[in-house]
């Protein structure tokens, strides 16, 4: 490790950039994302602005200051790369010396930051839905799961840990007292995004299938303007919480916790249309004037769970963890509040008792994933097989054949009994064409019938391609394929884990899971028997959940199929892109600093871009449940459970044995 001192300050060299392929290779790389990218980001909004029928808030004078403030925090991190870095602000050739100063003393990723902000002023500026609802935000992921599935990695790799933080950060997970930078990184990155996630969300407005919470002998609770007084509290008390944390650790926990419900529960609102509608009453005093204003800025779409009853909750623990004598107070309070979301009239019970039911995830969320890392290390571990002459049954083909039935059963359901045929038809391709895929890439002595995933979304494209040819609807088969194959993925990890495919590299023990079956491939060809691997299959397995909620509530709104379709590829490109960077398997190659798989997520991401912008798609029919596609569906899943879990162990024939 080299120090230098420049201009008063030390700047940490420990690592050196890869020397520039050429002159050409920079100027194609700045043209490609100073030029290119935007042109086309333009051109993604302006294409889709009517698939998405949502508003947009601001003015254009609003829109160009904040486009001018993120222009300005990008440039600055550029700036700084270059004056203090000694390189470009590339990725593909990136400075020589790991930089602090500059804008990268206020963030650590100001140019992503600034991109991400000046996307949200263009889309206002322009007044355009699309800029403003799906450009930005897929902008805004991309430039987390390129830190996470990249950057950080490279990093790490090229530079170790800085002890250097930048101001605006998550407090460390330390005993000392909060600093004045601390505090504010608090509003800045946990409660700010809450208020623009929360308003984002009250201008969606109340969804067309809405339903109500309510339960039938809620309608007799009188509504208690009194009560406004505690429900109104919650504001300035969970505002002032960050400043009475006792320490950085107690800080952090508050703003880790905060972040996680705040995703959680912004991601509830949207996929549950679930509603309270303010419970009607007259106004007899400053209270209950109060309180009608405070519905005329709230909106029923934002209520299951109750961010009031999470936030008081949270801020409860802040303040007990401060004052332990006074705990009951505290405690007391937010049960208090809780109270006051029935008797103000302004959530359900069932709200109520969501929001105590998300504040336990969000608070024990360590046992939770420890108990979801053992769980998913003794299925890793849990192979079992059965030899009948020269035949071998494998317990893994069992989550094969459940995945191909529950995700053909999602599309029959989707596409309607009308279409069982061509459901066959692209379920075959996609098994076949995967496992063509996997003998192609990956094909060797030791793999004699392995699988591979975007084989199948290639036979997926292929077998929707013939079906066309046979008289069905492309669109509604793609469409149904986008919203079951999370489900197929999900399910399908679970043989992943036991035959020890996809498997991640190394990790820390509170983190990985161990490998120990002889059988498994972790042990027989990547060599890290008994070591803590990242749990991939499982990261996998989470994000697909998140993946189909998603597009099922799309199919649900009764969106244009080339939206779901986009959808669909853009999230799985994106979170595949992320987990592949933690996986560990030898076989796969690596091309330009990426691996293959990291190339083939990209293609996904822009495949689905292009998707959004075809123009005339219809939307999504209703859903048609029939016994014709679930029975063709479980036949289907015995053929996936033979394919994928019984095999010739003593044969040396191509596709004869799977392990």
């Known amino acids: 490790m080299n120090e230098k001192v420049l201009d008063g300050e030390t700047v940490v060299e420990r690592g050196r950039a890869p020397k520039s392929s050429s002159v050409v290779g920079k100027v194609l790389y700045a043209v490609l994302f100073v030029a290119v990218l935007p042109a086309l980001l333009l051109a993604w909004a302006f294409v889709t602005d009517a698939s998405v029928p949502l508003p947009v808030v601001g003015s254009p004078l609003v829109g160009v200051a904040v486009s001018v403030c993120g222009g300005v925090l990008m440039l600055s991190g550029m700036a700084a790369l270059m004056v203090y870095g000694k390189g470009l602000p590339m990725n593909a050739y990136p400075p020589a010396r790991y930089v602090t100063r500059g804008a990268y003393r206020l963030t650590a990723h100001p140019i992503y930051a600034g991109f991400s902000i000046l996307c949200v002023g263009a889309a206002v500026a322009a007044d355009s839905p699309a800029g403003l609802w799906l450009v930005s935000p897929v902008v805004m992921l991309g430039c987390v799961a390129l830190v996470?599935?990249?950057?950080?990695?490279?990093?790490?790799?090229?530079?170790?840990?800085?002890?250097?933080?930048?101001?605006?950060?998550?407090?460390?997970?330390?005993?000392?007292?909060?600093?004045?930078?601390?505090?504010?990184?608090?509003?800045?990155?946990?409660?700010?995004?809450?208020?623009i996630l929360y308003e984002a969300v009250r201008l969606i407005g109340v969804p067309k299938d809405a339903f109500v919470a309510y339960f039938p002998f809620e309608k007799y609770i009188p509504v208690y303007e009194a009560t406004e007084l505690v429900y109104a509290s919650t504001y300035a008390l969970v505002l002032l919480a960050p400043l009475v944390a006792r320490t950085r650790r107690d800080l952090r926990e508050f703003a880790i916790r905060g972040l996680f419900a705040t995703g959680l529960v912004t991601l509830l609102f949207?996929?549950?249309?679930?509603?309270?509608?303010?419970?009607?009453?007259?106004?007899?005093?400053?209270?209950?004037?109060?309180?009608?204003?405070?519905?005329?800025?709230?909106?029923?779409?934002?209520?299951?769970?109750?961010?009031?009853?999470?936030?008081?909750?949270?801020?409860?623990?802040?303040?007990?963890?401060?004052?332990?004598?006074?705990?009951?107070?505290?405690?007391?309070?937010?049960?208090?509040?809780?109270?006051?979301?029935?008797?103000?009239?302004?959530?359900?019970?069932?709200?109520?008792?969501?929001?105590?039911?998300?504040?336990l995830f969000v608070t024990r969320f360590a046992a939770v994933w420890e108990a979801a890392r053992g769980l998913t290390e003794r299925v890793a571990n849990s192979w079992r097989e059965w030899r009948v002459g020269p035949v071998r049954i494998i317990n893994h083909g069992l989550y094969a054949g459940a995945g191909a039935f529950v995700s053909l059963s999602i599309f029959g359901a989707l596409a309607g009994a009308d279409h069982v045929v061509a459901m066959l038809v692209i379920a075959t391709s996609i098994l076949v064409a995967s496992a063509l895929w996997a003998q192609l890439v990956e094909g060797s002595p030791s793999l004699l019938r392995p699988y591979g995933w975007y084989g199948g979304v290639i036979g997926a494209v292929l077998g929707v391609a013939v079906a066309g040819l046979l008289g069905a609807d492309p669109w509604l088969l793609a469409g149904a394929c986008c919203v079951a194959a999370p489900w197929l993925q999900a399910v399908g990890r679970l043989r992943c884990l036991v035959q020890g495919c996809c498997h991640g590299r190394e990790a820390p023990a509170s983190v990985g899971i161990r490998?120990?079956?002889?059988?498994?491939?972790?042990?027989?060809?990547?060599?890290?028997?008994?070591?803590?691997?990242?749990?991939?299959?499982?990261?996998?397995?989470l994000s697909n959940v998140v993946i189909a909620v998603v597009v099922a509530r799309l199919w649900q709104l009764r969106a244009s199929l080339s939206l779901v379709v986009g959808v669909y590829l853009i999230l799985t490109g994106l979170a595949r892109f992320v987990e592949e960077s933690?996986?560990?398997?030898?076989?796969?190659?690596?091309?330009?600093?990426?691996?293959?798989?990291?190339?083939?997520?990209?293609?996904?991401?822009?495949?689905?871009?292009?998707?959004?912008?075809?123009?005339?798609?219809?939307?999504?029919?209703?859903i048609q449940f029939n016994r014709a596609s679930v029975a063709a569906a479980f036949c289907f899943g015995l053929f996936a459970w033979f394919a994928l879990g019984v095999d010739f162990p003593d044969s040396n024939r191509r596709f004869a044995r799977l392990a």
């Open 515 to 541: 490998y120990t079956h002889p059988r498994s491939r972790v042990c027989k060809l990547s060599g890290l028997a008994g070591v803590p691997v990242h749990p991939t299959p499982l990261y996998s397995i």
């Open 270 to 359: 949207l996929v549950v249309p679930l509603v309270a509608p303010p419970r009607p009453f007259v106004p007899r005093g400053p209270l209950g004037e109060l309180l009608t204003w405070e519905r005329a800025l709230d909106t029923p779409a934002a209520a299951f769970p109750s961010f009031h009853v999470v936030w008081a909750l949270l801020a409860a623990r802040a303040y007990a963890a401060r004052a332990r004598s006074w705990r009951f107070v505290w405690w007391g309070w937010a049960v208090a509040v809780s109270l006051s979301c029935v008797t103000t009239g302004m959530h359900a019970v069932v709200d109520v008792a969501a929001g105590f039911v998300t504040f």
């Open 148 to 195: 996470q599935g990249f950057e950080k990695h490279d990093l790490q790799r090229r530079f170790g840990h800085s002890d250097v933080k930048p101001l605006i950060r998550l407090p460390g997970d330390e005993a000392g007292r909060p600093t004045f930078a601390d505090v504010i990184s608090v509003y800045v990155l946990v409660l700010l995004p809450w208020l």
């Open 582 to 622: 933690y996986r560990g398997e030898p076989q796969t190659a690596v091309r330009a600093g990426l691996k293959l798989y990291q190339w083939m997520a990209i293609l996904s991401v822009v495949a689905g871009v292009s998707v959004t912008m075809i123009v005339g798609a219809p939307s999504a029919p209703e």
